[in-house]
């Protein structure tokens, strides 16, 4: 039976080991000067060559070569390193931690042995691979023998997980992070193995498995072996597609060319076509959100990364490409697939996700708006300006609505009486529901924050063109600052009636959205949106905020909102007014509405009601407690005599 090709090209010297240049350095300086540790924990990712680091070094350990020293270069064909190689050396002991992570198991294979002197070589190692895996008794069997280790073992613990190995061993180990490889790496390596097999592979072949394999060496070279065996010796770039299933770099570009002319009909016949070869769908939008990567990776670089492993002709398409998509609909190409693929784990069909995907990029017009980031808005995250990127100007000057508004204001009750009889579909961006025509009243739906961003400025009153701008430019502080708040604004909305004559914005309403108001200061909108005004109050005093929830609106007279609490509430009352509530209150509004209001807090008249007496509740005395419990459970009562 043939020996598999990740096997046979195993390394066997230092020199051997592509791309964790550090570890080699640093152990074959161990041999030469003598310094070698008694316990080594080499982590990183699966393939990277952790396992075959330590064989190599325990051959270094006890090769024949070193004339019973140790050595940095092992011949690899002494009969020590041979039973070494081939896993039969009774010096050199690995024990896979997953399958044996009991105490009982450790203490029999490991601690039982340690103690016995080495029986071909001069020193004996022990290789715990995916050490995580032992169990918390296990570790402590384990830290004594590698506290006080005898003169003749060396340990080498190998791990994907190190957060998981307990400190107490990781102080008495030195530490090993082996990198995961490039796409440069990983082709020079297949490229050895093909030309000493005499395997014939195009280089673009050579790329895909490399990319495919993740930085993982050992599924590189077993896809390269995999792939011999299905070419029979001559791989070519379509049969590496066929088998891992990769879609085609033209199919990509096409895709995204489409998307960016705005071509719903040419999309969804391209999702016919994928339907038609039997490509696997949730693969190619994976594939697909490497390619955006790499868009926006080459758009902001000068010298693109080596890991991308391009050719020249496959940089210059896709900085041509690069160029002509901008980096807002690139980011929410990449958010969209990104819920596909979400949805798609949850059970979702995978052709329908991905043509919901392009249907929505399509759609997406440089007139409508890319939905916000979470923690970012207009280039901001948290507030803070962020770095001006080329391609995002024209995403943020479109949040300024290019055709006719609506006169209709954008209160949370208009969005909840809407979206209550037309739901929004799951995944439906803010771009979509933020969408505002000539023809329709009120934007879809506003009972997500991300929508309420982005119909903000869609619903605000009638503004000349030249001043939209400057609005937007403004208003843009308070929406940072109110968006969380607005998230649970509809709630607030069912118990309050709504009467739709009222809500013709008045010249006051006018100047609020002008100087960046989100609601109008208009007595329906701040009943409407009282609870908008209570989270943003929460936000700065939550006592403040919780003694307001307790109150309704009640009146606006000028300048003065009236807070209506019920009988009985005259602490609330008091709250309101005392030390600087009432500015925090009037900084809030100020906030919100784009006018110096200030609240007086009024007290319901009538008397306050009355809270009857629960019997259950009342605190009994002694001797009715004794009479309940002679009753209830048949109990009688013992003198003791007089208690302390």
Known sequence: MSVSLYRKYRPARFEDIVGQDHVARTLVNALVQDRVSHAYLFTGPRGTGKTSTAKILAMALNCEAGKGSATPTPDGTCPVCEAIRRGSSLDVVEMDAASNRTVEEVTETLLDKVHFAPLEGRMKVYILDEVHMLSGHAFNALLKTLEEPPAHAVFVLATTEPHKVPATILSRCQRFDFRRPSVPEVVSVLSGIARRED???????????????????????????????????????????????VARHDLLFEVVDLTNDHDTQGALLFVDRLNQAGTDYNQFMKDLLSHLRDLYVVKHTVEPPTSMALTEEQLTTLQSQAN?????????????????????????????????????????????????????????????????????????????????????????????????????????????????????????????????????????????????????????????????????QAAADDDVPHDDSKLQMSDEAHQGAARGAIIPPELEHLRRAWKVVIDAVHKRRAGLAAVLGEGRVESLEGDELIIRFPAGFGFQVDQVGRGDNPQIIAAVLRQLTGRDLHVSARLAAGPAPEVPEDEDARILTRDELIRALKQEFDARLIDDGPTR
Not at 215 to 233: H, K, M, N, P, W
């Open 324 to 488: 002509r998509v901008s980096t807002a609909r690139t980011l929410e190409f990449i958010d969209l697939l990104g819920e596909g693929l979400r949805a798609i784990r949850q059970g979702s069909e995978p052709r329908l996700e991905l043509e919901l995907a392009l249907i929505k990029m399509t759609a997406l017009t440089q007139d409508s708006p890319a939905r916000p980031r979470p923690g970012l808005s207009d280039g901001t995250a948290g507030g803070v300006p962020g770095p001006d990127i080329p391609g995002m100007q024209e995403s943020r000057s479109s949040k300024a609505p290019s055709g006719p508004t609506p006169a209709v204001p954008p209160s949370s009750g208009a969005a909840a009486r809407t979206s209550s009889t037309e739901p929004t579909p799951r995944g439906t961006s803010a771009a979509d529901v933020g969408r505002v025509s000539e023809a329709e009243p009120a934007p879809e739906s506003a009972r997500t924050s991300r929508t309420a961003a982005a119909t903000g400025a869609a619903a605000s009153p009638q503004v000349e063109p030249a001043t939209r701008s400057a609005l937007d430019q403004e208003a843009r502080p308070v929406v940072e600052d109110t968006e969380a708040p607005r998230t649970n």
């Open 199 to 245: 395997i014939e592979v195009d280089e673009a072949a050579l790329s895909v498995i490399a990319r495919a394999a993740g930085g993982s060496f050992r599924d590189a070279i077993g896809v390269l072996d995999q792939l011999a065996t299905y070419s029979e010796g001559s791989i070519s770039l379509q049969q590496t597609l066929d088998v891992l299933g």
